[in-house]
């Protein structure tokens, strides 16, 4: 009979079951490899030492716990930034984990009933073969295997442990699912469906096909549009924040930077300032001084081509390349390589490799910014640095009145900062630019009415003080303010519907026996499949090819495209084409690989019905607070 899944409260005792601190084989290597993507390795010890069961095998919070944190990594590297674990939770990966353990556990426990498991020579394989546990002589080393365990809170025991159940679990998955083949007339179905390409003429719709053009949008038209579509130009409820600032760039333009302080800069940066003449140059080295001679009299007679005494060296043009180099980087050959006044090839010449033939592709002209003309950027970049350590000698100043209980108006007159007022709301886009910084934001996101100001560093090198006095009402724009955008917008309105009629007046003449082409310039395409696209078209457009009838037209709009497409021809499938036969080999394959999926996810329900859930919830969400710190 089929057990009742329940969940333990905080006063329950934990149900007593025999120790199974499984750890999934995969999760661990992507620790051990690439590590934690900077969540570091917490053992979670404690009283409470599992999150739940399932009949008798227990999900470990260390599971748990390692399992979140690969998943928070992988995320991250998406995104490209760090995520909180609050972020990964919002996105529902704590209940992927938990289903994912929970099937791992169903399967475990299954193997130990039927008494599933593999013996000691196929985990020392297992464990011989670990890169992760290889000595510097490339075979298994036991003190790094131990060391490795060490700094990912494992013992040997218990990592072996798991190991087995992953090798046992992997033959009770391979028994359930393995041998999975796609019938061929589901393979034959979907194939037909996807292989399927069609040919169609388009004409698209524009502004300058109208008849006449669009009278400007009168003040009328905007008011009323304004008036209808509030809602598209309502600023959000907005934190009204005073902040005192210390900007470099407001105080760069009062520093004075004398002419010989830039002339050292300029010096410093000389190389960036003066490029000599350069040239674009390829060197075949060869070993004497005879080959290299030989090689170029079959160039001068044209026997051979300079690629093709690459290829005979069995090199690629890559090997050859020195890329663009100047007179004195080629050493003793500079002299002879840049007396080419056009592409052409010289020597041999001596180089570092041996005689050399030197083939010149190209003139890069010398360049050269002179003191003068550097002179506004190094003036820039002088005061900018200067501005900086200005207002970083000024930090510890501001953080101690800060600390002292300082107002925003004590910063501005005893350090100078300037004040000033913003409405900040996340989602606005007309944010005063001062919001755009990282810091800014983070901080105007935390603030709450009542905090304290603390200084925080702007991506510039500023410092910033803020506080939150209210919080704005969301409120239309006024008209003045949005009156360009309401106008474009009533415009685009009115050119939909002046293409959309346009399109009404075409259909009607293809009905009437017109063909496409004589409404206007059509573009007539070879046959295209699902997967296909055409420049400047919504994918709308593909998709409403695929349900069209031969020789039918319909008009395809989106937001700046207006089209009418007609269906000019059906390709079916090709199975016996190269590419037909890769397109049904790998519906095989991904169908088979879904069909087996399918199989082990019902298998494995059945097994957790059968043995019973125990989930504690308390304990999981001890894991995710501490996760979350």
Do not use: C
């Not at 025991?157 to 589901?186: I, N």
């Not at 005073?242 to 050292?264: E, F, N, R």
């Not at 030197?358 to 002179?370: C, P, S, V, W």
């Not at 996101?445 to 410092?463: C, L, M, R, S």
């Amino acid at each position: 009979m089929a057990k009742a899944a329940k969940h333990v409260d905080d006063d329950e005792a934990p149900k007593k079951s025999k120790k199974g601190n499984h750890v999934l084989s995969l999760v661990l290597l992507a620790m051990i490899v690439g590590g934690l993507g900077g969540y570091g390795v917490t053992n979670f010890g404690g009283g409470v030492t599992k999150i739940g069961s399932v009949g008798d095998r227990e999900i470990s919070v260390n599971d748990y716990a390692r399992a979140m944190r690969a998943e928070a990594n992988q995320l991250s590297k998406q995104f490209g930034a760090q995520l909180t674990m609050e972020q990964v939770r919002a996105f529902g990966l704590d209940q992927k984990v938990l289903q994912s353990l929970v099937g791992a556990a169903a399967l475990d426990n299954e193997a130990d009933r039927i008494g599933l498991s593999v013996g000691d020579d196929v985990l020392k394989s297992q464990l011989s073969t670990n890169q992760s546990f290889q000595g510097v002589t490339g075979t298994f080393d036991p003190q790094t295997y131990r060391d490795v365990l060490q700094r990912n809170n494992l013992t040997e025991t218990e990592y072996e442990k798991g190991l087995r159940s992953d090798l046992a679990r992997g033959l009770l998955q391979g028994a359930v699912t393995g041998g999975v083949v796609t019938p061929q007339p589901l393979t034959d179905v979907i194939f037909a469906w996807a292989g399927e390409k069609r040919g169609f003429t388009l004409l698209r719709l524009t502004e300058a096909g109208l008849p006449s053009p669009l009278p400007a949008p009168t003040d009328a038209e905007i008011k009323a549009w304004y008036d209808a579509h509030q809602a598209d130009y309502t600023r959000p409820e907005a934190k009204r924040i005073t902040y005192a600032a210390l900007l470099p760039k407001d105080l760069a333009g009062k520093i004075t930077v004398s002419d010989d302080d830039l002339k050292k800069a300029y010096e410093a940066k000389k190389d960036d300032y003066v490029v000599p003449e350069k040239r674009l140059v390829e060197r075949l080295a060869f070993a004497t001084e005879e080959e290299a001679k030989a090689a170029k009299d079959r160039l001068d007679k044209g026997e051979a081509t300079f690629e093709g005494l690459v290829a005979d060296r069995k090199l690629q043009l890559t090997d050859v390349d020195l890329g663009d180099v100047s007179k004195a980087e080629l050493g003793a050959a500079g002299d002879g390589v840049f007396a080419l006044a056009e592409p052409g090839v010289v020597g041999p010449l001596p180089s570092a490799l041996g005689p050399a033939l030197f083939r010149m592709n190209g003139i890069l002209a010398a360049q050269e910014k002179t003191f003068d003309q550097a002179k506004p950027e190094l003036l820039a970049a002088a005061q900018d640095e200067a501005a900086r350590k200005q207002v970083a000698a000024k930090s510890e100043a501001i953080d101690d009145a800060l600390a002292g209980g300082a107002t925003l108006q004590d910063l501005a007159k005893e350090q100078g900062m300037v004040i000033a007022t913003t409405d900040y709301a996340p989602a606005a886009a007309d944010n005063d630019p001062i919001t755009q910084d990282p810091a800014f934001q983070k901080a105007a996101d935390a603030v709450a009415e009542g905090d304290f100001p603390e200084a925080i560093v702007t991506a510039d090198g500023g410092i910033i003080a803020l506080q939150m006095d209210e919080m704005v009402p969301a409120a239309p724009r006024p008209l003045d303010q949005v009156k360009d955008k309401v106008a474009a917008a009533v415009k685009t309105d009115a050119l939909a519907k002046a293409l959309a009629a346009q399109a009404e007046a075409v259909l009607a003449a293809v009905k009437g026996g017109a063909s496409l082409a004589s409404q206007g310039i059509a573009e007539r395409s070879a046959p295209i499949d699902r997967q296909g696209s055409v420049e400047g078209a919504p994918p709308a457009l593909v998709e409403t090819l695929f349900k069209l009838k031969p020789g039918e037209v319909q008009l395809v709009q989106d937001k700046d495209f207006a089209a009418l497409i007609q269906l000019n021809d059906v390709v079916a499938a090709d199975p016996a084409g190269q590419d037909g036969k890769a397109l049904q080999e790998a519906i095989q394959i991904n169908a088979a690989k879904a069909i087996s999926s399918d199989i082990l996810s019902l298998y494995t329900q059945s097994l957790t019905t059968e043995a019973g859930i125990t989930l504690d919830q308390s304990a999981i969400n001890a894991v995710n607070t501490q996760l979350g710190n």
